[in-house]
């Protein structure tokens, strides 16, 4: 008999049907034993009649179980509907049972919120875990939310185009993640902390619209907002003022969000600058919501605008605030073209905060080589730093690179206001503990003295144990 989902049951009523799934909740009473049952589209109540051949069966069954059940979906007598619940007006009266899989006890309860287990036994068993309610809707949101972010995105003829994960290191202000080459050893690669260069070259290359649901692997000290690893949803646009981006990124986000059944706090998004957050607010990131608003799910976007492009490292040298290979606002080009006033130049910096997160960041882009190159001049590079750093990219700038700029949204940082969770890690289906340590599986670990001699490393004994 062909396998139903537990959604559509309720349109075969009177019909003997089979369905597929784990079983949520058993509740044995001597003569009859009830079930719940669940698959990925939801629960139904199931029930063996004393007498059933099923019986013996539905004895040995326990939580968890992976099984195939056949019977007849009945109408619950009108005293027994749950209305709150769903398939609350039918039950199915088990016929046979077939037991696809067993399952030990589980290590943890998962038929609430999870949230309070231990870290690592969570992450151990992270694959019970995402059974839980709350994991099942966190990672359906995220997919919703990219699948409708996807389908706006092709709606206004953006392409989406992967780049690479073995790269070169990109600066974007963190330390990198590297991977040692085994063909040419004692060299490394580093894993992307954004595409940002591969996505300006993209507009070289001629695209003038790129999107990608992109891995950014960050070294940075582990956050509850931020992981090593997280997913930006990175674009980027040809012959585009800071306006053209902001409006694509405010139309799509409103679009999704409205689409997904959220409701936005004002509508166009309000603006400020970061000189005026910082006066208001303390902070660049900020929570526009009343104590109501919070109750009720809402989504309370703003820009913040006019970031200073520069700032002071502790050993008294200028670096970037945000990202070097940014346009500065058009008023200040010149004073940065002849390193002057330093400090006070703005960049065209624009980043959407939500409910106190920034949920993403981008700018115009510098897209000639000049002036590419006097921001890293500001930042103390010569001729030879320059060429090593960013030579191929102003390269490529001497090649008809059109105007551009872009963005990226932190997948993680949205979803998070979508779900209300506080976590990184209750949005990812894999995340890595505080510690660092993956899920399920154990890494980081040694390599084999095999492994190592391949890529021509040496560890120091101190690190081994
Ligand atoms: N590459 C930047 C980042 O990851 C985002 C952007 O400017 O597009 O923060």
New binding site residues.
């Given amino acids: 008999m062909e396998r139903i989902l537990i959604v559509e049951l309720g349109k075969h009523i009177g019909e003997m049907v089979s369905i597929s799934g784990w079983v949520d909740v058993r509740r044995d009473q001597g003569k009859m034993v009830f079930f719940d049952f669940r698959d990925r589209t939801g629960l139904v109540q199931g029930v063996v009649l004393s007498g059933s051949v099923a019986m013996e069966i539905a004895k040995e069954i326990r939580n968890e179980y992976v099984v195939r059940i056949e019977g007849i979906v009945n109408k619950r007598p009108e005293k027994n509907v749950q209305t709150d619940r769903q398939n609350g007006d039918i039950e199915l009266e088990i016929k046979g049972i077939e037991i696809l899989n067993p399952s030990e006890a589980m290590p943890f309860d998962i038929s609430g919120d999870t949230s309070g287990i231990d870290e690592s036994v969570r992450a151990e068993y992270r694959y019970l875990d995402l059974r839980s309610k709350r994991m099942q809707k966190n990672m359906r949101v995220r997919s919703e939310f990219v699948r409708h972010c996807r389908e706006y995105l092709f709606s206004k003829q953006f392409i989406e185009i992967e780049t690479p994960l073995l790269t070169e290191s990109?600066p974007?202000g963190s330390r990198d993640f590297v991977v040692p080459s085994r063909l040419q050893p004692g060299k490394f690669y580093a894993l992307p902390?954004?595409?940002?260069q591969y996505?300006q070259l993209l507009m070289t290359a001629g695209f003038e619209r790129y999107f990608q649901v992109a891995r950014?692997v960050r070294d940075e000290d582990l956050r509850a907002d931020r992981g090593f690893e997280h997913t930006?949803l990175?674009?980027?646009m040809s012959f585009v003022t800071k306006e053209d981006v902001m409006a694509t990124v405010e139309n799509m986000i409103t679009t999704v969000v409205e689409a997904m059944g959220y409701t936005i706090k004002q509508k166009p998004f309000p603006r400020i600058s970061y000189k005026d957050a910082m006066t208001k607010y303390g902070a660049d990131k900020f929570d526009l919501r009343t104590e109501e608003d919070k109750k009720n799910g809402i989504l309370a976007y703003a820009w913040v605008v006019d970031f200073p492009f520069f700032k002071k490292t502790d050993e008294g040298d200028w670096t970037f605030t945000?990202?070097p290979?940014?346009m500065p606002i058009p008023e200040h080009f010149d004073w940065l073209l002849k390193r002057e006033h330093i400090g006070d130049i703005l960049t065209t910096?624009y980043d959407l905060v939500c409910n106190g997160y920034e949920s993403?960041?981008?700018?115009i882009?510098a897209h000639k080589p000049e002036i590419l190159e006097a921001v890293y001049r500001v930042m103390g590079f010569d001729i030879e730093g320059l060429e090593e750093r960013i030579g191929h990219i102003l390269k490529a700038f001497r090649y008809g690179t059109p105007p551009h700029g872009?963005?990226?949204l932190g997948i993680e940082r949205n979803i998070m206001n979508l779900t209300g969770e506080t976590m990184l890690r209750e949005v990812q289906a894999f995340p890595m503990t505080r510690g660092g340590q993956t899920a399920v599986m154990k890494a980081p670990k040694l390599l084999t003295e095999k492994q190592l001699k391949e890529l021509g490393l040496k560890i120091d004994k101190k690190w081994k144990q």
């Fill in positions: 990109t974007e902390q954004s595409p940002q996505k950014a930006q990175d674009l980027e945000h990202n290979f940014s910096q993403g960041g981008g700018s882009r872009g963005i990226a």
